[in-house]
Nanobody, 114 residues
Framework: VRLVEYGGGLVQPGGSLGLSCETS????????LRWYRQAPGKEPELVAN???????YYDDAVEGRFTISRDNSKSTFYLRMSDLVPEDTANYVC?????????RGQGTLVTVSL
């Protein structure tokens, strides 16, 4: 099983950034997919979830600014982030979940700063 995040980096407040999570080794289309983030000194928090039917859920802090999507043909999913604020600075980790399976990547760092 492999999950690898791409797309992190430094962005100015108000800017946009797109993350992707490339996966392999499990039946992608059968799994719900999530993005978590962990800011320095804080607990991990669930940012967004998309189920196998494509229905998305967002944390209140990112609702309307972030969009999660999936491409089952590529076994890849995405997080589009806009109107970024410094509080969005964190390590973003992608996750695939089904029943007792919970696979996660190593994360990609997003820094929102001038």
């Amino acid at each position: 099983v492999r999950l690898v995040e791409y797309g992190g980096g430094l962005v100015q407040p108000g800017g946009s950034l797109g993350l992707s999570c490339e996966t392999s080794g499990f039946p992608f289309s059968a799994f719900a997919l999530r993005w978590y983030r962990q800011a320095p000194g804080k607990e991990p928090e669930l940012v967004a979830n998309i189920d196998t039917a494509g229905t998305a859920y967002y944390d209140d802090a990112v609702e309307g600014r972030f969009t999660i999507s999936r491409d089952n043909s590529k076994s890849t999913f995405y997080l589009r982030m806009s109107d970024l604020v410094p509080e969005d600075t964190a390590n973003y980790v992608c996750s695939a979940i089904r029943l007792n399976a919970d696979y996660r990547g190593q994360g990609t760092l997003v820094t929102v700063s001038l």
